[in-house]
């Protein structure tokens, strides 16, 4: 289901692929959320399950659910 893939993804993506890590200075514990519409919405709730990880959250025309966001409900 969407949650499950949600979870996997944000557990297995690297954000910089290894190549480009030895080129670039890379944080990878640190994780820009941007996206727009439903994707801002989806960087507001990776953003609040994932807090440690987030460097910045840009939703461009994004929706939230203050529920969602505290965890109250998936």
């Known amino acids: ?6 979870d996997y993804l944000a557990q297995t ?7 480009l890590q030895s080129t670039y ?3 990878s ?9 439903m994707g801002g919405h989806g960087c507001w709730v990776q953003s ?6 987030a460097l910045a959250v840009v939703p461009a ?5 203050a529920m969602t966001l505290m965890g109250l409900i998936c």
């Open 29 to 37: 514990t640190k994780i820009i959320y941007a996206g727009h519409s």
């Open 1 to 6: 289901n969407a949650l499950k893939a949600r």
């Open 61 to 65: 025309a994004g929706w939230y659910n």
């Open 13 to 19: 993506l690297p954000g910089v692929p290894a190549d």
């Open 48 to 53: 609040t399950h994932y807090p440690d990880r």
């Open 25 to 27: 200075r890379v944080d």
